[in-house]
């Protein structure tokens, strides 16, 4: 427990699976001190990672989950709580300080909601306030408020005022009452987002909202981009991101991974990282042996003697390390972590590297011939004179990539992004680039482009200097380019 304030993050969840357990070492890592407990919205289950449980706890129907707060601050006003967080599986720390924040932005208020927008207009078309419907007069009387707000649900933040000042409203039995009511089929959706924040106003409590420059971290949709993670580990205090894709190979998660590698945990986090610390040698013999190396931290290490053939390195960490001109033919390492690895002239021809990060890699005149590397972050990487004929790089993400004379021949490139990639002499004959986006991808008179479409690439390209293209964009537009195969 945290000296001071009391802090508990809640995860409300039917189940418990990788984005779960991601959740849950991303808090003890960047949350030192505070409690994690879970509330368990689906079927009875073993309590995992030695988690608090919120008791008592029920399933509940998709968008549906309001009963669930209620039950929380019942439960922790008895354990002692001074301050509950509400978090989601899709959600992802990414640094420290977040407590300290809450500290401080706090100080003169009980409830912090993201997007906290007060007196929803009665011509809205939200869905929490438009499925209310007539429920609306009834739950105004409730509140005894004639205005509602809204707030966004992930990373609401309740102070033990706010819970004490609902739980012990003239009201609360009635409005309890009506959540329960709100169960059903035909009941409006979502209505955390709406009676939270109202009941701030309801029971006379101070709220805030979130620094509003913070939205674009925390948002319905679309999920968070390899861009967007970017801008977040640029902004000082964007402690999280939302949403992330539970998809254990997406780029955004497994890079978010390695940050929570490199961060220690506090006890009671599983081990996500092999269970031991490797040295060279040790990490060698293990390929030796064929032993599968799942999950395993071998950041830093000079594995350039190893033979890595097959190897099971999924979820790994290569941070940092070096592997030059090391055979990694037909490994399987999705979602693993490799920024800033050394991976010149290795042999990585049908890896399978779906959904792993290979940011800031160097993999110049590396064999990725045929592997997959379907929605893998490979920005600012050094792929120059690289082997990549008939390679997966669908959804790829290559911004800022050097791609000098790389050999994309027969690649898949479809919806990747290039954006600023410098693609000067590259081989992309035969290469699908249909939906890719190429604002201001850099490219030369040896660029080789797909059949049919030079013209298309020329046309709507700008000559920067003599022999040397870049591709237009109306950046405040973030326009998409599609260059299609003259079949379609």
Known sequence: MRVGVATCFVIISHTVDDAFE???????????????AWYNSGPPMETPFDLRLVTPARPLKYMKITPAFFDIFEWALNEGYDRIVNVE????????????????????????????????????????????????????????????????????????????AVLSSDSYARLRAFVEQNQQPERSLTLQELILPSLADSVGVPSRSYPAHLGRFNRF?????????????????????????????????????????????????????????????????????????????LSGLDLSEADFAGAMLRGASLAEATLIGTSVRGANLSGAFLGG?????????????????????????????????????????????????????????????????????????????????????????????????????????????PTGEFDAVRNMSREESPGKFVVNTDESLQVRVHVQHPSS
Request: aromatic share 8%; charged share 25%; with cysteine.
């Open 341 to 449: 690895a050394d991976l010149r002239a290795a042999d990585l021809s049908g890896a399978f590297l779906g959904g792993a990060f290979l940011g800031w890699v160097l993999l110049g005149e590396a064999n990725l011939s045929g592997a997959y590397l379907r929605g893998t972050d490979l920005h600012e990487a050094d792929l120059s004179c690289a082997h990549l004929n008939g390679a997966d790089l669908s959804g790829a993400y290559l911004g800022d990539a050097v791609l000098e004379r790389a050999d994309l021949r027969q690649a898949n490139l479809e919806g990747a992004d290039l954006r600023e990639a410098d693609l000067s002499g590259a081989l992309l004959e035969g290469a699908s680039l249909r939906g890719a986006l190429l604002a201001e991808a850099r490219w030369t008179p040896e660029t080789r482009w």
């Open 221 to 297: 949709r679309p999920y968070q981009a390899p861009i967007d993670l970017k801008h977040a580990l640029n902004a000082p205090d964007a402690f999280f991101i939302h949403p992330v894709r539970r998809d254990s190979e997406d780029p955004v998660r497994s890079f978010v991974r390695g940050l929570v590698r490199d961060t220690p945990q506090q006890p009671g986090a599983s081990d996500a990282t092999g269970g031991r610390t490797w040295t060279k040698a040790g990490a060698i013999q293990a390929i030796r042996d064929g032993q599968a190396l799942k999950g395993a931290d």
């Open 22 to 36: 991601d959740l849950v070492l991303g808090l003890r890592a960047f949350c030192p001190g505070a409690d994690v």
């Open 89 to 164: 599986t899709d959600l992802a720390f990414i640094r420290p300080g977040f407590l300290d924040f809450l500290d401080s932005y706090m100080q003169e208020a009980d409830y912090l909601a993201p997007g906290l927008r007060r007196n929803i207009p009665s011509v809205s078309l939200w869905p929490a306030y438009r499925t209310l419907a007539g429920e609306r007069e009834k739950l105004a009387s409730i509140l005894g408020t004639s205005h509602v707000h809204r707030g966004f649900s992930p990373a609401q933040v309740f102070s033990r005022g706010y819970i004490s």
